[in-house]
């Protein structure tokens, strides 16, 4: 299992491939078509993750020492967004996803390229992955 | 008919720059519209040479400020047919426009009345109303919509009735473009003297209004989504409605005499210009409605109209293509979805393509609950836009589609 930094390397080596916005908006969305539905029922408004412009359900499980990430959202940017940010934590020690420094999204341009708003609702993603991990690694 | 779009688009320098790369084409009309040299001239104009606060002072520069913001207001007073200046209120916006009616009609209303609004409305023509009910007790009531998203006037004559105190109703829908059919409406409250209020967010840049033809009691206005400066809005009121509210803001400029004990209004329209105007923006509006006047409201109109069928006949061939709003008088907006995506992500795709559109609920919450939905894409054409932005919008929104199916 990759570390949580080979991860992001692996991340930021698949964006170098595209020059332009379009395609690497085309990626995300690929990432976010590829990430499995999250069942209906676990819709609730429990599990939406606050500050974000589209909906995003977020709900995490601990298995062990470490942390499963499940997410959806109604926009298929927002979701190709959190298959990324899974794609990077799941199933990564609950330790290291709350200590984590997330230096691919500055890398890969995404951070830059995002209106307030909306790198708003990117924090926000990260915050609540952050935070269930550093709840399931305190019970530890 | 002989209009120009491309001399028109020279007096915009913002039309003329790269987004992504691409030629930026500007579909956000609705929200506010783009300022032509005139309006940015004379602000520069008023900065550099006449800047001095009005109203007050002797000196020359104070005086040509004071001229220069009370021809304005001449001007407005004769671009709505106005009776008098006086009946011209310079505010911050229409938000302000219509929370100031609702404040004043605070110590007017009695518990037993009711306020009319439609479903239709801007949140800033339903959010003062629903505060001036909650503070005296009096009940608000809805003009339904059908799903062309036009009014339903079947009820009207039971919604507005003899303890109807206002009707508050927008003469076009930001949200979908419907235009609404006033005189009846108005007829109406007047039949059982109520007081009426015609919010022209919309209007403004597109039709021509003549408040006395209309007879209507309070009409407002907003000076940037008329290619003017943003942070000014009009408010016109009859005399005598407007002497029989109190102002809500207290200050300078609309006092006519303050003791510690007491102080006495001013006249209209200063007793509802509390502080220090917004000089600038008064000038520029100025500017921006002569230009408007320069090309012609009607050529303005109807270059807006062709604009609007083009667009409609195109983007109905994309598959799945959902407009939202299909009443038979309409204004340039179109309001849309398309199946299989979400408007935030053909938001995001449209801007990596130099398109600027609006997305999300459009300030128009309850619009949206009706329709069942949680927002839109809305493009909304302005004088400056042409058949080939249309043309590239429509790629544009081909290839966002594709890339989110």
Redesign the interface.
Known sequence: MPTIAEKQAILIEEFTFFDE??DK??HI?EMGKELPVLDDAHKNDDLLVQGC???VWLKAEKEGAHVRFHADA?????KGIVAMLIDVFDDQPAEEVAAADLGFLEEIGLKDHLSPTRANGLMSMIKQMKFYALAFSSVN | MNYDVQAIREQFPILHQQIQGRPLVYLDNAATAQKPLAVIEAITHFYTKDNANVHRGVHTLSQRSTDAMEAVRADVCAHINAREVAEIIFTRGITDSINTVAFGMGALIQPHQNVVITALEHHSNIVPWQMLCERTGASLRYIPMNDKGELDLSNLAALVDENTAMVAFNHISNALGTINPVQIILDRAKAVGAWTLVDGAQSGPHAKVDVQDWDVDFFTLSSHKMYGPTGLGVLYGKRERLEAIPPYQGGGEMIATVTLEKSTYATIPHKFEAGTPHIEGIIGFGAALNYINSVGIEAIAAHEAALLAYATKALSTIEGFRIIGTAEHKASVISFLVEGTHPYDLGVLLDQQGIAVRTGQHCTQPIMDQFCIAGTARASFAMYNTYEEIDLFKAALERAVTMLR
């Open positions: 916005w379009m908006y085309a969305i412009q589209s909906k109604d926009a298929i940017i927002a």
